[in-house]
């Protein structure tokens, strides 16, 4: 049995980053920790350092996943707000990502901490049940929960009509706040 090299430093970020980079899917950090042969907790401090130094990475549900914009798909956002029962959340999320939406994260109103932002990045849905999966494993409230079912998201797409179609159904659901 051999055992595999401890990669280190700067080394690994640089490692991880391409990593990343190169991945279409997120990677989670007990991947990027088994690659690199370090614990998951060396990984959220790497990933902390890469953001610091400005690398669009997000962290999703799903793993971290490095943000690059292609220039061939502009991209147009809104924020929305909306309100609903968690029992509702799936079929909200489902609704937007029918509609060809990136839902991009989820954001609250706290009355002690103020505006609290969390990721979301989900575009279809296979993501959307993963993310939901992830919520169910992991037994964690949805922020949701925290203001009454009151939440905005940022949502993007490919266009503005495809952003107004996707508000106009959620609409249809009474899921939008005006």
Same mark, same amino acid.
């Given at each position: 049995?051999?055992?595999?090299? *401890?990669?280190?430093?700067?080394?690994?970020?640089?490692?991880?980053?391409?990593?990343?980079?190169?991945?279409?899917?997120?990677?989670?950090?007990?991947?990027?920790?088994?690659?690199?042969?370090?614990?998951?907790?060396?990984?959220?401090?790497?990933?902390?350092?890469?953001?610091?130094?400005?690398?669009?990475?997000?962290?999703?549900?799903?793993?971290?996943?490095?943000?690059?914009?292609? %220039?061939?798909?502009?991209?147009?956002?809104?924020?929305?707000?909306?309100?609903?029962?968690?029992?509702?959340?799936?079929?909200?999320?489902?609704?937007?990502?029918?509609?060809?939406?990136?839902?991009?994260?989820?954001?609250?109103?706290?009355?002690?901490?103020?505006?609290?932002?969390?990721?979301?990045?989900?575009?279809?849905?296979?993501?959307? *049940?993963?993310?939901?999966?992830?919520?169910?494993?992991?037994?964690?409230?949805?922020?949701?929960?925290?203001?009454?079912?009151?939440?905005?998201?940022?949502?993007?797409?490919?266009?503005?009509?495809?952003?107004? *179609? %996707?508000?106009?159904?959620?609409?249809?659901?009474?899921?939008?706040?005006?």
């Amino acid at each position: 049995m051999t055992e595999q090299k *401890k990669i280190l430093g700067e080394e690994r970020r640089e490692y991880i980053l391409q990593l990343l980079k190169d991945s279409s899917v997120p990677l989670t950090g007990g991947e990027l920790s088994a690659r690199t042969n370090v614990s998951r907790q060396v990984i959220v401090g790497d990933i902390t350092l890469l953001k610091a130094r400005n690398e669009p990475i997000i962290a999703t549900s799903q793993g971290y996943l490095y943000f690059s914009q292609n %220039a061939a798909t502009p991209s147009f956002e809104k924020t929305i707000a909306c309100r609903h029962t968690p029992a509702e959340t799936e079929r909200e999320l489902n609704l937007l990502v029918d509609h060809g939406v990136v839902v991009k994260d989820v954001k609250i109103e706290h009355a002690v901490y103020g505006d609290l932002t969390a990721s979301v990045m989900v575009s279809n849905r296979q993501e959307v *049940k993963q993310f939901l999966e992830n919520m169910r494993n992991s037994n964690a409230a949805l922020l949701s929960e925290l203001t009454d079912g009151i939440h905005l998201h940022t949502i993007a797409a490919s266009s503005i009509d495809v952003l107004n *179609k %996707a508000e106009a159904a959620l609409k249809g659901e009474g899921f939008l706040i005006e």
